[in-house]
């Protein structure tokens, strides 16, 4: 009994035995079968290269065939860097024909992943980067990954900024997803939303963290003639003209370009407006706050003619140290107009500063000796110069006789005894002449000079010369109606008035004329008038009383009894008869 139930036992186990391996054969054919099925499309699957084969890459992918890949999907810049054994992830698109092989595709896989991430991006609003492979006339062709997208012309840059469509090819942009085409898994972007929201954004981000007294690096924008616009990024930021240097800045240009790069101090923030206003020589100290140590007064400096202004000219002696040369400082001869141009090279010494104007006040005279205190030495008062004739006015002529400033001859100094109307009758432009120095006048800055002072006064002679009583012959110069003038020795002038013309009264005009000559006696002189009276008449009486008198002198030898009486009584006696 025992026994059979030891047999009976024995017996169900192998049936056991037999089932269990009925169970793992069907379990192993039904894996095989598994193994050798092709996986559906859109199966994403991981293997090995096994061949490359020309254009074609074979991946054991653990089925009964091969995947196919096609090479170009391994290509970067025209060059697959693949070798056999890689591991590869790949998506099934298809299975060929013939030797059926599952048709592989990494780009598709890659498609898929980059379309979840653009959908990820529309639905948060982020940017996606976008590179631009082509364009028409109606915009943009670009890449997402794998995906399409395209950006209309108006889309792709912000207003005045817009280049050429060459400009964007090939280059990788963040553009705002507008809209997304879920069918044909394509969308539509614009690069101009993105640059307006990002630069806001920076610009609030950056008058949220900007101070005064930053220190910022940008570009320069633009160039104004008052001034310059600096790119700082987000914004731009105004450089007045007068912040760029600390010297004189006539125009921007001449010290900066458009993109040169510079290092800017932040002046002033305005919040409200966004605004902010930056300075370059800032960043420096004022070279004033040390020019009363670099150049003390009485010293001499040096520096370059910048401008003309009202009173004097600006000279820049270094970047932000300029000096002012007042008009009176540019000679000792203040009617000597110096002309200084821009950029001239001059010398002057240091009188003091202004600290309200950061100006040195400086003087070129300073530099030379003062020829008014010389000129006496050189030429004193009496002494005679020779010049030439440089200027001929109504009033007198002007001589350089190498000094600072030309001498003037006035009208009233050419003669002793001549009233000259027109002087351009005796002297020209040129003319050399010899004159006498009559006053050196430092103050009022005159010379004046005479050429008749070279002789004597004849008036102060002309008593000696024509004294009273003296009889002359004198040529008729002038007839009018108040009686002649003729002329005198040592040309002085003579006249004869009406009533002293003869006994009788007469017309001067209708009894002389000019050239004639006549007789007169001298009865005044008039040194402070210089006129020297004369009378015809009276000398016509005094020739009378001599001729008589000579007539006297005759009976007086004859007859002492003659007398005058007699011989009036004779006249009377033969005027009666």
């Known amino acids: 009994m025992r026994l059979m139930m030891q047999e009976n036992n024995l017996n169900n186990e192998n049936n056991d035995n037999i089932e269990n391996s009925e169970m793992d054969m069907s379990n192993f054919e039904s894996m095989l079968e598994e193994s050798l099925t092709t996986p559906a499309k859109g199966n994403i699957v991981r293997g090995n290269i096994v061949q ?8 054991n992918i653990g089925f009964k065939t091969e ?51 653009l959908l990820v991006s529309y639905e948060k609003e982020k940017p996606v980067a976008v590179k631009i492979v082509n364009f028409n006339d109606k915009g943009f062709q670009g890449k997402f990954g794998e995906v399409n997208v395209f950006i209309l012309n108006n889309h792709i840059d912000t207003r005045n900024r817009v280049k050429k469509s060459d400009f964007y090819l090939n280059k990788v942009f963040n553009c705002k997803i507008l809209k997304i085409d879920r069918r044909n ?10 640059l307006i929201e990002s630069h806001q954004e920076e610009k609030e981000k950056f008058f949220k963290d900007v101070q005064e007294g930053d220190k910022l690096k940008g570009t320069v924008k633009t160039i104004k003639n008052y001034g310059a616009f600096v790119n700082l990024g987000p914004v731009d930021g105004f450089l007045h003209k007068n912040n760029i240097s600390w010297g004189v800045v006539k125009h921007p240009g001449k010290l900066l370009e458009v993109d040169d790069p510079v290092e800017v101090k932040v002046l002033n923030v305005d919040h409200e407006n966004n605004k902010i206003e930056v300075g370059i020589k800032q960043l420096s100290d004022d070279p004033w706050n040390s020019v009363r ?64 104007r950061k100006k040195i006040k400086i003087s070129l005279k300073l530099l030379t000796d003062n020829p008014w205190n010389t000129l006496k030495d050189k030429h004193p008062e009496g002494s005679v110069v020779k010049g030439k004739v440089v200027n001929i006015t109504d009033f007198g002529v002007f001589v350089d006789f190498g000094a600072m400033i030309d001498g003037l001859v006035r009208k009233s100094d050419i003669s002793w005894t001549k009233e000259i ?103 005044k002189i ?32 004859e007859d002492s009894s003659f007398n005058l009486g007699n011989l009036i009584k004779d006249q009377i006696k033969d005027t009666d008869s």
């Not at 490359?52 to 991946?59: A, C, F, P």
């Not at 898994?185 to 993105?194: E, F, H, Q």
């Not at 005198?488 to 002389?512: H, Q, S, Y």
């Open 526 to 557: 008039d040194k402070r008038k210089r006129n020297v009276l004369l009378s015809v008449k009276k000398y016509k009486m005094d020739s009378e009383k001599r001729e008589v008198k000579e007539y006297m002198k005759q009976f007086d030898a």
């Open 421 to 523: 109307d027109d002087l351009n009758s005796l002297y020209s432009v040129g003319d050399e002449i010899e004159a006498k120095i009559l006053k050196i006048d430092p103050k009022r800055e005159r010379i004046s000079l005479g050429v008749k002072q070279l002789e004597k006064d004849p008036w102060r002679e002309a008593d000696k010369i024509l004294p009273s009583g003296k009889v002359v012959e004198a040529e008729i110069s002038d007839v009018n109606k108040d009686g002649v003038e003729v002329k005198l020795p040592r040309e002085l002038k003579g006249f004869i008035p009406v009533k002293e013309l003869d006994v009788e009264k007469v017309n001067p005009e209708d009894k002389f004329k000019a050239g004639e000559t006549i007789k007169a006696v001298v009865l």
């Open 52 to 59: 490359i084969n020309g254009d074609d890459v074979l991946v």
């Open 293 to 356: 140590e670099k150049y003390p007064e009485e010293s001499v400096v040096s520096g370059n003619v910048v401008t003309r202004k009202r009173k004097g000219y600006v000279i820049e002696v270094e970047p932000g140290v300029d000096a002012i040369i007042p008009d009176e400082e540019l000679s000792w001869v203040k009617s000597e107009k110096v002309q200084l141009n821009s950029g001239d090279r001059v010398e002057g010494k240091v009188l003091g500063y202004d600290d309200e």
């Open 185 to 194: 898994k394509t969308a539509l972007a614009s690069r101009k939303l993105y």
């Open 67 to 117: 995947g196919i890949i096609d090479l170009s999907e391994f290509k970067q810049d025209g060059e697959a860097n693949i070798n056999v054994g890689d591991e590869v992830e790949a998506m099934i698109v298809a299975e060929s024909g013939g030797g059926g092989h599952v048709r592989l595709s990494k780009k598709m896989l890659q498609f898929q992943e980059d379309w979840q991430n």
